[in-house]
């Protein structure tokens, strides 16, 4: 591997669509609202997003080898500390370095939207941090499950929103909570897959707590919720008949779920994290869409 290809395979790339699709429905709300945008914005804001997203991966990696979470005989692909793609201190150093980094992108939009923006943004920063901290770890107390449903659904959209208007709409925390179910499933699918290893590892997530058989349960509950919150908000004539574009991305929300079904053990789930981030990136791309035709047509 070159030095670029192994900071590359650091970040968990392939997770990132998990936080712009919040930045893209942002964008879709604001298109559609009769509001003066700052499209200036929109770019410093999905690398703020970025940015703290690369850290909250990076710095899990790192304190999950610290804490001995991480083993080189664990199944997934994706751990670069004990796969030895990276050194420790360099998922260390540049963990931190992503989140002083969307500090500073955050505080540019500050300069434009205020005082309060900047410690909202702050707030959701720190929660991000410490999802994975030396100290306290939200996910090793089984509420990582509750601080990515808010952060990267009603949070990363409301800011988002803000970022662009300069104003907090209840519309967009509503309409972030079809994202949000989904990128839970992801992070539920990985707790599902991890939970020998995290009991081993002394973690309490809300899967372990569960049990296998009926973590399987919530993840399918996950993804009815997703979709039903879409089919709530049309009813409620908060979206447009155009969102039920999202009814392509059904047949590969039956191919995931299928797997999940016939899953005996995590050991049948080992790509299911990346899957269901792949289908989240789907349903994302079709339902903003949706979102911005609606607006467009009406």
């Known amino acids: 591997m070159t030095t670029v290809s192994r900071w590359f395979f650091s970040l968990r790339a392939y997770s990132f669509p998990a936080s712009l699709m919040p930045v893209l429905l942002a964008a879709a709300l604001a298109a559609t609202a009769d509001l003066t945008v700052s499209w200036a914005m929109l770019p410093l804001y999905a690398i703020a997003a970025l940015l703290f997203h690369a850290g909250t991966n990076v710095l899990n990696d790192y304190y999950d080898y610290r804490h001995g979470v991480d083993r080189p005989s664990d199944p997934d692909p994706t751990h670069a500390i004990t796969r030895g793609i990276v050194t420790p201190r360099f998922m260390a150093v540049s963990g931190h370095l992503y989140f002083a980094a969307g500090i500073v992108a955050g505080s540019l939009i500050a300069l434009e939207r205020g005082t309060l923006f ?62 949000a179910f989904f990128v839970t499933a992801i992070l539920h699918g990985n707790n599902m897959r991890d939970i020998e290893a995290d009991a081993a590892a002394g973690v309490d997530t809300v899967a372990r707590r569960l049990g296998f058989g009926k973590s399987k349960a919530l993840f399918v509950g996950l993804f009815v919720c997703g979709y039903a919150m879409v089919a709530a908000g049309l009813l409620a004539g908060l979206f447009r008949w155009t969102v039920l574009a999202i009814a392509l991305s059904l047949p590969v929300a039956w191919a995931v779920l299928r797997q999940v079904r016939a899953a005996g053990s995590g050991d049948a789930l080992i790509d299911l994290p990346a899957r269901t981030a792949a289908f989240h990136l789907l349903f994302g791309v079709l339902y903003c869409a949706g979102v911005l035709v609606g607006g467009v047509v009406r």
């Open 118 to 179: 900047f410690v909202a943004g702050l707030a959701g920063a720190l929660a991000a941090y410490f999802y994975t901290s030396a100290r306290f770890s939200l996910k090793y107390r089984a509420l990582g499950d509750v601080a990515v449903f808010l952060l990267m659904g009603p949070a990363l959209t409301a800011l988002g929103y803000w970022a662009l208007t300069g104003l907090v709409d209840a519309t967009a925390l509503l309409a972030s909570l079809p994202l």
